[in-house]
């Protein structure tokens, strides 16, 4: 259980650097990329094996952190595209109901058995996320664009559902901090490829703010998918359990950390929201 709440503690930290991100005007693909460079280095040094390119082209499960980095960079340029067109609310309500994917993957694909009490949970779970997360009045989506919000929340399912399927069959516990280590890394090589293209058009400027805003997001980023993979492996709980927990006390902690360090105030529905996290988080981890 240990490793889950770190896991929900490192993405709750990421939260709260991309709002220290506006805070200081740092320019977030750019963050993001150095990020994905930083995260890849952390998962080298605390890999206890050979780091040699035979030593990793040879991994059984080398096309997993390769498509995976590749989705990282598309999911996240998803995110920002449909916060634009829909806002921001719709972007991360699609992105955390995404935890439905995993969940009835782990059902379906490895027969993992739910009490009546712990789907009853998961249903509150994602009650919970859509209330939690509306900052506006309501959410409205432009039918044209109701494609984005829909691609963001397949794409974030399936991001959840090769870890947990990569996690399941292919990894040793030796490998955890490399195979999450590669991920980023081919997440970031990915964002070089997007960014020389652009600078193609418009020249980069190394930015010191956008570097240091990197680093700050990158290690917690790194541990957030770590403990995540160990909280998977650990069997206290099923893997539809595990992902509904993580992602409902993420919101939870998100909305209460952004209450006392932003000043963000909360709606009635809102507080509904926190209110039944905590109802589902109790339903799923203790029945």
């Known amino acids: ?38 995260a890849c280095t952390v998962g080298f040094f605390l890999y206890d094996g050979p780091v040699g390119v035979d030593d990793l082209t040879n991994k059984p499960w080398l096309i997993g952190p390769i498509l995976l980095g590749v989705l990282f960079i598309v999911i996240f340029n998803l995110m920002a595209r449909t916060a634009q067109v829909s806002g921001v609310s719709v972007a991360s309500v699609a992105t955390k109901m995404s935890l439905a994917i995993p969940v009835m993957m782990g059902v379906l694909l490895y027969n993992e058995h739910l009490s009546a009490l712990q789907i009853t949970g998961i249903v509150l779970a994602l009650v919970a996320v859509y209330l939690a997360s509306i900052k506006e009045k309501s959410i409205r989506i ?35 901090p490399v195979f999450s280590s590669m991920i980023f890394g081919f997440a970031a090589l990915t964002g070089f490829i997007f960014i020389g293209a ?36 650990a069997d206290i709980l099923s893997s539809a359990a595990i992902f509904t927990l993580n992602n409902v006390a993420i919101v939870m902690f998100s909305t ?18 926190v209110a039944l996290a905590v109802l589902s988080i109790i339903l799923v981890a203790l029945f």
């Open 1 to 38: 259980m240990i490793y889950l709440v770190l896991s929900v503690l490192s993405s709750t930290l990421i939260f709260v650097v991309f709002k220290l991100f506006d805070v200081f005007k740092i320019q977030t693909l750019y963050a993001i990329i150095t990020n994905y460079v930083v």
């Open 142 to 176: 432009n039918r044209k664009a109701l494609i984005l919000p829909l691609l963001v929340f397949l794409g974030s399912g399936i991001i959840d559902t090769s870890i947990q399927y990569f996690e399941e069959i292919h990894l040793t516990d030796q490998e955890i």
């Open 198 to 233: 652009k600078a193609v058009k418009t020249p980069l400027k190394i930015n010191l703010k956008n570097i240091i805003g990197g680093i700050a997001l990158g290690v917690p980023n790194y541990f957030s998918i770590y403990f995540l993979i160990r909280a998977l492996r």
């Open 256 to 273: 209460l950390f952004g209450i006392l360090l932003f000043k963000e105030k909360l709606s009635l529905k809102n507080w509904s929201g």
